[in-house]
Nanobody
C-alpha cells in the first residue's frame, strides 16, 4: 500500500506558475500509474493529468493542455505537476492518485484509482 502527500500549493496571481509535488511512501512509486485531479468549490473532482509507470505515456485534460505538464522521478518517489499560465478557473484543491498498473497504461477516470493524497490548495487571483 502506498501513502501519498501533496505539496507546493499556494496563492498565485493570474499568469503565474506553480509546481506541485506528490511524494510516495510505503511502496515504490514505480509500481503505480499516477494521476492528478482537482476539485473546485461546488464542482465534482475532475481529471487533470496522468502518467504511466515509466513516464513514457502522459495524458492531459483539454483545459490544461499546453499549460500544465505531469512528470515523475521514480528514484525520488515523486510525481510533479508543473502549472504555467494559471488563471482563476484553475483554483481548486489538487489531489494526486495512484493505481497499481502495467508499465504502459495511463488512467484518466477518477474511479480507476486506488490511493489518494489529502490534497493541496491552489488559489489563483485575478
Amino acid at each position: 500500500q502506498v501513502q501519498l502527500v501533496e505539496s507546493g500549493g499556494g496563492l498565485v496571481q493570474a499568469g503565474g506558475s506553480l509546481r506541485l509535488s506528490c511524494a510516495a511512501s510505503g511502496s515504490p512509486l514505480s509500481n503505480y500509474a499516477m494521476g492528478w485531479f482537482r476539485e473546485a468549490p461546488g464542482k465534482e473532482r475532475e481529471f487533470v493529468a496522468a502518467i504511466s509507470r515509466n513516464g513514457g505515456l502522459t495524458s492531459h485534460a483539454d483545459s490544461v493542455k499546453g499549460r500544465f505538464a505531469i512528470s515523475r522521478d521514480n528514484a525520488k518517489n515523486t510525481v510533479y505537476l508543473q502549472m504555467n499560465s494559471l488563471n482563476p478557473e484553475d483554483t481548486a484543491i489538487y489531489y494526486c492518485a495512484a493505481k497499481a498498473e502495467g508499465l504502459f497504461r495511463v488512467r484518466v477516470f477518477l474511479g480507476d484509482y486506488e490511493y489518494w493524497g489529502q490534497g493541496t490548495q491552489v488559489t489563483v487571483s485575478k
